[in-house]
């Protein structure tokens, strides 16, 4: 079993729909949770980061941590063709140096 | 743009062969991280190494080997090539030792031929 675990879709939404993106995980020493945005062939780039469980909110996305489900949520509103991307989750300890990423999910915003 | 460099973009070499990927963090960055991204196996963690000192090894192979310069750019020796070597290396930056916001680069394609 991978210690992270991510749908890889593809998920293609209409413009304007919220998305919903999600990723569980088995190792409860889990502390910092992060999302990662990747356009094709690019470097990811971080979008939410977030420390224990809770919600987080930025612009149009949100982030949930549920660390009693080991379960992260990602929420996309008024999704855009420019959201089209592959959305990575991951995760790393207390005083742990190794980030684990889920594979990611590839998300389609369809105009 | 991450502000963090690599070098080269694409590389193109074949079995057998030496290569050495180049990566600059961002400016004030202490930590630089190494990833491999391949399509069966997603973004794999290989190495990370902290002011130069080695911090946390992923799953590196030994045909693998870092380091990480007084000037803080990094470099990842890719030796003994193999044509399941051929990937997306990512280079990552952050502030922290550790558990903080990495910030990646633009990649180097590898193709072994």
């Known amino acids: 079993q991978k210690e992270v675990e991510q749908d890889p879709g593809p998920l293609s939404v209409p413009e304007g729909a919220i998305v919903s993106l999600n990723c569980t995980y088995s190792n409860s020493a889990f502390q910092y949770f992060m999302w990662y945005r990747q356009y094709s062939r690019k470097g990811p780039e971080l979008l939410m980061y977030t420390y224990s469980s809770g919600n987080k909110e930025d612009g149009r996305f949100t982030a949930q941590v549920d660390k009693s489900s080991k379960y992260i949520s990602l929420f996309i509103r008024d999704s855009q063709p420019s959201d089209s991307a592959t959305y990575l989750c991951?995760?790393?300890?207390?005083?742990?140096?190794?980030?684990?990423f889920g594979a990611g999910t590839r998300l389609f915003v369809k105009a | 743009d991450s502000g963090v460099t690599q070098t080269p973009k694409h590389l193109i070499t074949a079995t057998g062969q030496r290569v050495t990927l180049r990566c600059s963090p961002r400016?004030?960055?202490?930590?630089v991280y190494w990833y491999q991204q391949s399509l069966d196996q997603g973004l794999q963690f290989l190495i990370q190494y902290y002011n130069g000192e080695e911090r946390a090894k992923g799953n590196i192979l030994e045909r693998f080997s870092a380091q990480q310069f007084p000037d803080l750019h990094s470099e990842l020796n890719l030796s003994s090539l193999e044509l399941g070597d051929s990937a997306l290396y990512f280079c990552a930056s952050s502030v922290v030792e550790g558990a903080g916001e990495q910030f990646f680069g633009p990649g180097t394609r590898l193709t072994v031929l």
């Open positions: 400016s004030g960055d202490l930590s």
């Open positions: 991951a995760m790393e300890n207390t005083g742990g140096f190794k980030t684990i």
